[in-house]
């Protein structure tokens, strides 16, 4: 399985690069990629080359700037032989791997398995794609339609109740780092 880090966003609320912030003994982005190494080949989604310094991951560059984390699941399937990616964000600094492998056996023949919680609906931004979501992700950016709830018109999803993973604490995992105050709280 390969993970993609997405990291493209511009961080204003935060003032600076999420990815860059100290956490874990070194940067959020590294200790993430570190982390996910556990699940395979870790992958960084980037708006342009060279944007980070990082060790042990891919660099994935959009293909499609500004055009959001689409991107990261084209970007991974056109830049590895991957059969499915875990699409996740740099702000989720307590991101479970055993979450990412959860998903993946309970995504059988869907093309997507994603989280549905609470108020927010779903957490795209840490879901398992299938490779079959490629050509449906270009076509989708290629036609100007950037959400990633246009590419689940389009494929077969699996939606993963939270009562269907007991074992894991998914506000803790879902803790979303977006402000200087949020990332106060980090532990």
């Given at each position: ?59 994935l560059v ?63 931004l ?62």
């Amino acid at each position: 399985m390969l993970t993609v880090i997405l990291t493209g966003g511009s961080s204003r609320r935060m003032g600076r690069d999420k990815a860059l912030l100290p956490f874990g003994g070194s940067t959020l982005m590294q200790t993430l990629i570190d982390r996910y190494a556990a699940c395979g080949t870790v992958g960084v989604s980037v708006d342009r080359a060279e944007r980070f310094p990082f060790e042990n991951a891919l660099e994935l560059v959009d293909e499609y700037p500004g055009q959001g984390p689409m991107n990261g699941i084209l970007s991974g399937f056109h830049k590895t032989d991957a059969s499915e990616l875990l699409l996740t964000a740099v702000d989720l600094p307590y991101g479970d791997p055993a979450l990412a492998l959860r998903l993946r056996e309970m995504r059988a023949d869907a093309d997507v398995c994603v989280l549905r919680r609470g108020p927010k609906g779903i957490e795209p931004l840490f879901a398992l794609y299938g490779r079959s979501c490629a050509d449906v992700a270009e076509d989708c950016l290629r036609s100007g339609r950037k959400s990633l709830f246009a590419l689940y018109d389009r494929v077969k999803v699996r939606y993963v109740a939270p009562e269907e993973l007991p074992e894991f604490d998914l506000a803790h995992i879902f803790t979303n780092v977006n402000t200087p105050q949020d990332y106060q709280m980090l532990k």
